[in-house]
């Protein structure tokens, strides 16, 4: 027993109670309060450049500080009870067989965050798979041991698409092809392989797919339109034999009005037989 601020006694099992409140709602005003989007650490995530990529940043950020605040409050209790219990004697600790309310709690609350979790993971995961009906681009993506062919279709349909352009990489000669598209628009990306699995990825989309053989794989990216001027290294990400290191590309995003001038080039150039 202890003497409070107003004279009167105080169980001091209680005033510990009151502090840990006190320092969990610190913990919690304290991320709540004057955070912008851009002040939440992005806990090691490159930063997005398309609409699907801050969506998934904002899962990314929403797990670890829920598991932070469920790790602080974890190891709280652990270091309390390190201390608050500590062998204070030679005289046996109190023998507890059960309790019914804790127990239904720790089975409940973890139960709950899973829920949780698993409700915003299923809603960003449908609303990223999500194909629109006419994309601004459309793209065959051809991974192959070891490079990338980029061809620019006239639709998204596969009945009536013809191939406008056509980019091929040289990575044995340090030539990686080059992925041009218009910032601000809607990509639609088809991934094929004519060899074994491969994985088309550029880390700021916070994104990847496999390249499966016999298997066209497909999904919808929104470049955010302050991108244009802007380049990127894309890489493999499924190890697919000797070279798989050097299987890289460049993404580059232009203004829309560069990407249909440079389009109308690299047809003329396929149309003549010169592409790169
Ligand atoms: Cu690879």
New binding site residues.
């Given amino acids: 027993m202890s003497s409070s601020t107003d004279g009167s006694f105080r169980p001091a099992s209680r005033r510990r109670a009151v502090a840990v409140r006190a320092v969990i709602a610190i913990v919690v005003l304290s991320m709540a309060a004057g955070c912008s989007k851009d002040d939440v650490p992005r806990f090691a995530m490159p930063k997005p450049i398309t609409s699907e990529g801050h969506r998934v940043l904002s899962l990314w950020q929403g797990s670890w500080i829920a598991a932070l605040f469920v790790g602080c409050i974890v190891w709280g209790l652990i270091i309390w009870c390190v201390v608050a219990y500590r062998k204070r004697g030679e005289s046996t600790a109190p023998q507890l067989a059960f309790n019914l309310p804790i127990e239904v709690l720790y089975t409940v609350v973890p139960v709950i965050f899973v829920a949780v979790l698993f409700y915003f993971t299923a809603r960003d995961e449908n609303a990223i798979d999500k194909l629109s009906a006419n994309p601004d681009v459309t793209v065959e993506v051809v991974g192959f041991q070891?490079d990338w062919q980029f061809n620019y279709l006239s639709s998204a349909d596969d009945a009536s698409a013809k191939t406008l352009a056509q980019v091929t990489g040289d990575n044995a000669h340090g030539a990686p092809a080059t992925l041009e598209l218009p910032a601000g628009k809607t990509i639609r990306f088809k991934l094929v392989s004519p060899d074994v699995i491969?994985a088309f990825w550029v880390p700021q989309f916070l994104f990847k797919r496999d390249v499966i053989p016999g298997r066209e794989n497909q999904f919808e990216l929104h470049i955010d339109a302050d991108q244009a001027g802007r380049t990127y290294v894309g890489r493999?990400t499924?190890?697919?034999g000797l070279n798989?290191d050097q299987?890289i590309f460049h993404l580059k995003l232009v203004d829309p009005a560069t990407y249909q001038a440079d389009l109308v080039k690299m047809e003329a150039a396929l149309k003549s037989g010169s592409t790169s």
């Fill in positions: 070891w491969h493999c499924e190890f697919c798989h299987m």
